[in-house]
């Protein structure tokens, strides 16, 4: 297992931007793939972006396409996301996550836990 710990959500009004970072524990950061996951109030949590372990392949939900882009600093233990151009619908607690493959297993129920995320919240 590998900890990681969400920050730099915030209150930022429609159009604007904000990066998320998720720092991780101990030395294997670099061996998993990484993704990022959001829970709107009243909803179920939903998948938003993921990056392979060598920061080479990226997918991302089609909500958040040519907004949203993921990347990853494996000397720092890190994986951020930069949230561009935020709509009132991105609201919600954002989470990372990571396992080994890159291309199975992205669902949030095939993850056993959570962390206790990061508030981004987007007024109109």
């Known amino acids: 297992q590998v900890q990681l710990v969400e920050s730099g959500g915030g209150l930022v009004q429609a159009g604007g931007s904000l990066r998320l970072s998720c720092a991780a524990s101990?030395?294997?950061?670099?061996?998993?793939?990484k993704g990022w996951f959001r829970q709107a109030p009243g909803k179920e949590r939903e998948f938003v972006a993921r990056?392979?372990?060598?920061?080479?392949?990226?997918h991302y939900t089609d909500s958040v396409k040519g907004r949203f882009t993921i990347s990853r600093d494996n000397a720092e233990n890190t994986v951020y996301l930069q949230m561009n151009s935020l709509k009132p619908e991105d609201t919600a607690v954002y989470y990372c996550?990571?396992?080994?493959?890159?291309?199975?297993?992205?669902?949030?129920?095939?993850?056993?836990?959570w962390g206790q995320g990061t508030q981004v919240t987007v007024s109109s």
């Open positions: 996550n990571a396992r080994a493959t890159y291309y199975s297993g992205w669902a949030p129920a095939d993850f056993g836990s």
């Open positions: 101990g030395r294997t950061f670099s061996t998993y793939a």
């Open positions: 990056i392979s372990r060598t920061g080479d392949n990226t």
